[in-house]
């Protein structure tokens, strides 16, 4: 092998690390965005709803929330996206998913985030995914 081969192959093989580390930055950097476009979603699905009512959080009257179920159903659907991206997050930094795993059981201990969960639960149980149905159901004390 000539050193003007070597020099090729060296080139090739720094052009292949600059690659994949591009490639991985750029994943990070698509992750975090997601994250951070769902935590924005939350929060200002859950400034809506305290905007409309300041006691949503509170009430267990599945017949007294109205047009504020769609806000609440928002934040469930806002929750389980965020869990689908724990792996995710996992491998990229984990205080991310730190703060959504806090978030996530901070909302569903809530009594009406509870309430409106087993209802569209018990409708709807196709739309989650089984292992966030787990998680959840750890959180509120179901199973």
């Known amino acids: 092998m000539s050193l003007g081969d070597l020099a090729q192959w060296l080139a090739l093989a720094c052009t292949i690390v ?5 490639i991985r930055a750029t994943r990070q950097e698509s992750v975090v965005n997601a994250y951070l476009t769902l935590n924005q979603k ?3 699905t859950l400034y809506t709803l305290l905007a409309e009512d300041n006691n949503a959080l509170k009430k267990t009257d599945l017949g007294g929330f109205g047009k504020l179920k769609f806000h609440f159903f928002q934040i469930i659907d806002i929750c389980a996206d965020m869990f689908e991206m724990k792996r995710l997050l996992l491998q990229f930094d984990r205080k991310l998913w730190a703060r959504s795993d806090a978030r996530i059981q901070k909302l569903f201990k ?31 004390g179901t199973a």
Do not use: M
């Open 110 to 140: 809530k009594p009406a985030v509870q309430v409106l969960w087993k209802s569209q639960l018990e409708k709807n149980p196709e739309l989650f995914d089984t292992d966030f149905i787990d998680y959840v159901n750890a959180i509120i």
């Open 42 to 44: 939350l929060q200002e």
């Open 18 to 22: 600059f690659t994949l580390g591009s």
